[in-house]
């Protein structure tokens, strides 16, 4: 299916990469995206790009911890229950929140990055960001190939961002660049977080 392709094409997940630096939402939708995570995660059956888009929103007010301990909670609960396709695309999700919070090796190490009996073309896209921000470029190279090779086969709708999404899965060099920003927004985000740790601690001192 179309929505499928979306997802498990990586159109989504390249669409926040490329996002990254100006997606802004508003302050109320920010606020509301936590519960709204937990809302969609208690679903029967979960809209996993709804979901994709809630946990964008989390990212973007600085909350990816949070939304990673939502998610792992959530993962536990669908392992237990042995749904499998959820406790996959939960997984997924984590993925993303994990490398945008910065946790570059636990992300690459996830075992949904192994799982090969589900066409996704999404494993190879965040292998090869992680790749690129620990300075791994053979790894990264031959993830971006896969993922080019693997999102060719899901049926991407036309919008009109596509122009510089071809631009990131046509240019290997156009895809370190992008990552690259990604990767000094990480850190300068990180940086501010651990400086206001720090004032924190020294007011309450």
């Given amino acids: 299916s179309m929505s499928v392709g979306v997802l498990?094409?990586?159109?989504?997940?390249?669409?926040?990469?490329?996002?990254?630096?100006?997606?802004?939402?508003?302050?109320?939708?920010?606020?509301?995206?936590?519960?709204?995570?937990?809302?969609l995660l208690q679903e029967a059956h979960p809209?996993?790009?709804?979901?994709?888009?809630?946990?964008?929103?989390?990212?973007?007010s600085g909350k990816e911890a949070e939304a990673v301990t939502i998610l792992e909670k959530a993962l536990e609960k669908a392992q237990n229950e042995n749904k499998q396709h959820e406790a996959y695309e939960i997984q997924m999700l984590r993925e993303e929140m994990l490398i945008y919070?910065?946790?570059?090796?636990?992300?690459?190490?996830?075992?949904?990055?192994?799982?090969?009996?589900?066409?996704?073309?999404?494993?190879p896209l965040y292998k090869a960001i992680i790749n690129v921000i620990l300075e791994q470029p053979k790894e990264a190279f031959s993830n971006w190939e896969q993922f080019n090779e693997m999102q060719s086969?899901?049926?991407?709708?036309?919008?009109?961002?596509?122009?510089?999404?071809?631009?990131?899965?046509?240019d290997f060099d156009k895809f370190v660049n992008v990552v690259n920003l990604l990767k000094r927004?990480?850190?300068?985000?990180?940086?501010?977080?651990?400086?206001?740790?720090?004032?924190?601690?020294?007011?309450t001192n």
């Fill in 185 to 203: 927004d990480i850190q300068e985000t990180s940086k501010r977080k651990n400086n206001d740790d720090r004032a924190t601690n020294s007011c």
């Fill in 153 to 170: 086969n899901f049926l991407w709708p036309p919008d009109q961002q596509d122009a510089q999404l071809y631009e990131v899965i046509d």
């Fill in 101 to 123: 919070k910065g946790d570059f090796e636990k992300a690459l190490h996830c075992k949904c990055l192994d799982e090969e009996d589900i066409s996704d073309a999404r494993r």
């Fill in 8 to 39: 498990h094409g990586g159109k989504l997940a390249l669409e926040r990469l490329i996002d990254y630096h100006h997606a802004r939402a508003d302050e109320t939708s920010l606020a509301a995206a936590e519960i709204e995570l937990k809302d």
């Fill in 47 to 60: 809209d996993f790009k709804k979901l994709q888009r809630t946990v964008a929103k989390l990212e973007m």
